[in-house]
């Protein structure tokens, strides 16, 4: 998938109506509720239609390719049967372009990718298009130019090779786009509009990246701005030469690509580019690069998935529609992925495409075939009676995030790190992974109300995650039961008192058995057992622990892995 950790993203792209048509070579409805039903084929929807300005809604966020013109058109020439099957898009050669890197980048800004696309027809409608094809994916995709950013560039003005380098802020000055007057970078942060919104990316490093040619003609300032001489791109520019740079080198060349096929849809010939870098783990790279995928997936899994009883020529012609390539053997079907469709992970994600192409509305709906009753599932139960009997004991029920970072998990707590789940693409700090205990969670609560009358007492019954090799995502949910006792006079009798009441209304015996712990004070801490296994940890609070999160008061709790007690 592709997006935010935690949000998915519903972009909105603009299109001339005309100019999507042309695109897709044939006729469209201009009524928006029958333009909606051919758009749904992309997930799209008309949200205005208004001065031949057609706004869609993709409901989709996972699907950049779908966020241009070009995009939708290639694909609703499939769904439409105008053109099936997998778009080959090709290099035609070597465009001479040469670009050497910087060393001092790798810890600013270290990847940049580039293509040429030569003999392009850049109308209006097609300039508009793609701007704000540039304008969508730095701000979603490129995760608001931080993690990419992309700049266009009238390759006839060009003289490579290229530089991409690193200069002091003040070292270099230049036409910004749309300005007419010289500007340092460290200017153009305090002046021009892209650097007051963008220049937070890059003004807290000693060195700034800029993109110049073999004259010392300047490009552009990623990630802020063109320059108004080379970075402006008119109706009467054939050959574009475009650039990405960024701190992904995944993400950059998934940027790339899209913009790449976007121009050649346009009728623009692909000419690649030699990106040379200085790093230990990366050398020479030759851009852009179209590398399709080669997915196998079982044969009855579409049927199975669907609920439908598709013939392997219903399967292969609607993988074809969805702009696969595709064969089928009565056992498997081969599938060639696009090198555009960056969304694909998983097997589901192509059988999908396939209830697309054949139509959701076409899917005659059924009754379930086996009766079931709905009921609360067993861990629902227990949790619900263990929320009864803390609320019972004077508890206050809180829920906190599952999301948090290493810091609150492990630093603040006095322990050692551990593997836990962690977001791959963290949009913030604060939430960088998965809980794998809960009592961080309520300590944080407290840090938080610390203005509020105490005694505090708080539990939670919620989930953590761990590792699980068993498991088809190498993880696995577990039910947690958390409480803290704070207040002046609290300690580890008065909170085994509470776990002795727990257990005594699930009808459960534990033992205690002496243990060290980091977050608590030693010979004040206690591992608890049932049948002989550890199902949890009790104890009072380690005052450095309590220093960590600014706590004032003495506090001791208790947490129980409630999966496991009724597990054994």
């Known amino acids: 998938m592709v997006a935010e950790a935690g949000v998915e993203i519903m972009p909105t792209i603009e299109v001339i109506f005309n100019d999507l048509q042309r695109l897709v070579g044939s006729r469209l409805p201009r009524e928006p509720e029958k333009l909606s039903e051919v758009l749904s084929y992309v997930k799209g929807e008309v949200e205005s239609f208004e001065d031949e300005v057609v706004k869609i809604e993709i409901k989709d966020g996972n699907r950049p390719d779908l966020w241009?013109?070009?995009?939708?058109?290639?694909?609703?020439?499939?769904?439409?049967?105008?053109?099936?099957?997998?778009?080959?898009y090709k290099v035609e050669g070597y465009s001479t372009v040469e670009v050497h890197v910087d060393p001092k980048l790798e810890k600013i800004r270290p990847y940049i990718g580039a293509a040429v696309i030569k003999n392009v027809k850049l109308n209006n409608d097609a300039l508009r298009g793609?701007?704000?094809?540039?304008?969508?994916?730095?701000?979603?995709?490129?995760?608001?130019?931080?993690?990419?950013?992309?700049?266009?560039?009238?390759?006839?003005?060009?003289?490579?090779?290229?530089?991409?380098?690193?200069?002091?802020?003040?070292?270099?000055?230049?036409?910004?786009?749309?300005?007419?007057?010289?500007?340092?970078?460290?200017?153009?942060?305090?002046?021009?509009?892209?650097?007051?919104?963008?220049?937070?990316?890059?003004?807290?490093?000693?060195?700034?990246?800029i993109f110049t040619d073999s004259k010392d003609q300047i490009l552009s300032f990623p990630p802020i701005i063109n320059s108004n001489d080379l970075g402006k791109v008119t109706e009467?520019?054939?050959?574009?030469l475009i650039e990405v740079t960024g701190t992904s080198l995944e993400t950059l060349m998934n940027t790339l690509t899209i913009v790449t096929v976007s121009l050649a849809d346009r009728g623009g010939k692909i000419y690649s580019a030699k990106i040379?870098?200085?790093?230990?783990?990366?050398?020479?790279?030759?851009?852009?690069?179209?590398?399709?995928?080669?997915?196998?997936?079982?044969?009855?899994?579409?049927?199975?998935?669907?609920?439908?009883?598709?013939?392997?020529?219903?399967?292969?012609?609607?993988?074809?529609?969805?702009?696969?390539?595709?064969?089928?053997?009565?056992?498997?079907?081969?599938?060639?992925?696009?090198?555009?469709r960056v969304d694909i992970m998983h097997a589901v994600d192509v059988i999908e495409d396939v209830g697309i192409m054949y139509g959701y509305n076409n899917i005659e709906p059924r009754w379930p075939q086996?009766?079931?009753?709905?009921?609360?599932?067993?861990?629902?139960?227990?949790?619900?009676?263990?929320?009864?009997?803390?609320?019972?004991?004077?508890?206050?029920?809180?829920?906190?995030?599952?999301?948090?970072?290493?810091?609150?998990?492990?630093?603040?707590?006095?322990?050692?790190?551990?593997?836990?789940?962690?977001?791959?693409?963290?949009?913030?700090?604060?939430?960088?992974?998965?809980?794998?205990w809960l009592i961080p969670s309520l300590i944080e609560f407290l840090s938080n109300n610390t203005h509020v009358e105490y005694p505090q007492k708080i539990f939670e019954v919620s989930d953590c995650v761990l590792f699980d090799e068993r498991s088809e995502t190498k993880t696995r949910d577990v039910r947690k039961l958390a409480c803290i006792?704070?207040?002046?006079?609290?300690?580890?009798?008065?909170?085994?008192?509470?776990?002795?009441?727990?257990?005594?209304n699930l009808a459960l015996n534990y033992?205690?058995?002496?243990?060290?712990?980091?977050?608590?004070?030693?010979?004040?801490?206690?591992?608890?057992?049932?049948?002989?296994?550890?199902?949890?940890?009790?104890?009072?609070?380690?005052?450095?622990?309590?220093?960590?999160?600014?706590?004032?008061?003495?506090?001791?709790?208790?947490?129980?892995?409630l999966d496991k007690i009724f597990e054994i």
């Open 68 to 88: 241009t013109v070009e995009g939708v058109a290639r694909e609703l020439k499939g769904a439409l049967g105008i053109e099936k099957g997998l778009k080959a």
């Open 130 to 209: 793609v701007i704000n094809l540039q304008e969508k994916l730095d701000q979603t995709y490129g995760r608001k130019r931080k993690r990419t950013s992309i700049g266009l560039y009238n390759f006839d003005l060009v003289k490579p090779p290229l530089y991409y380098s690193a200069v002091k802020p003040t070292a270099v000055s230049f036409v910004p786009l749309d300005f007419s007057e010289k500007m340092s970078l460290k200017e153009i942060l305090e002046k021009h509009p892209k650097g007051l919104e963008f220049g937070h990316i890059v003004k807290n490093q000693h060195f700034w990246p």
């Open 236 to 240: 009467e520019v054939e050959n574009v």
């Open 276 to 340: 040379f870098y200085p790093y230990k783990d990366v050398k020479t790279v030759v851009t852009p690069k179209f590398e399709n995928k080669t997915m196998t997936i079982p044969t009855k899994l579409f049927n199975e998935i669907l609920g439908l009883n598709l013939s392997l020529k219903d399967i292969t012609d609607n993988l074809k529609k969805a702009r696969y390539g595709a064969s089928a053997t009565p056992e498997r079907v081969i599938i060639e992925v696009p090198c555009y």
């Open 370 to 436: 086996l009766a079931t009753i709905g009921e609360t599932s067993q861990k629902e139960k227990i949790s619900d009676l263990v929320r009864e009997v803390m609320i019972g004991l004077g508890f206050q029920e809180v829920l906190t995030f599952s999301m948090t970072n290493k810091e609150h998990l492990f630093d603040k707590m006095c322990v050692e790190k551990m593997a836990v789940v962690e977001v791959s693409n963290p949009k913030t700090l604060t939430y960088t992974c998965l809980r794998n």
């Open 485 to 504: 006792n704070s207040h002046s006079t609290s300690n580890f009798n008065e909170t085994k008192a509470v776990l002795d009441s727990l257990f005594l």
């Open 511 to 561: 033992q205690l058995e002496e243990i060290r712990h980091g977050s608590f004070i030693e010979g004040r801490t206690g591992k608890i057992l049932v049948k002989g296994e550890k199902v949890g940890i009790i104890g009072e609070l380690n005052p450095e622990v309590l220093e960590h999160w600014k706590l004032g008061t003495p506090s001791a709790g208790f947490e129980v892995d």
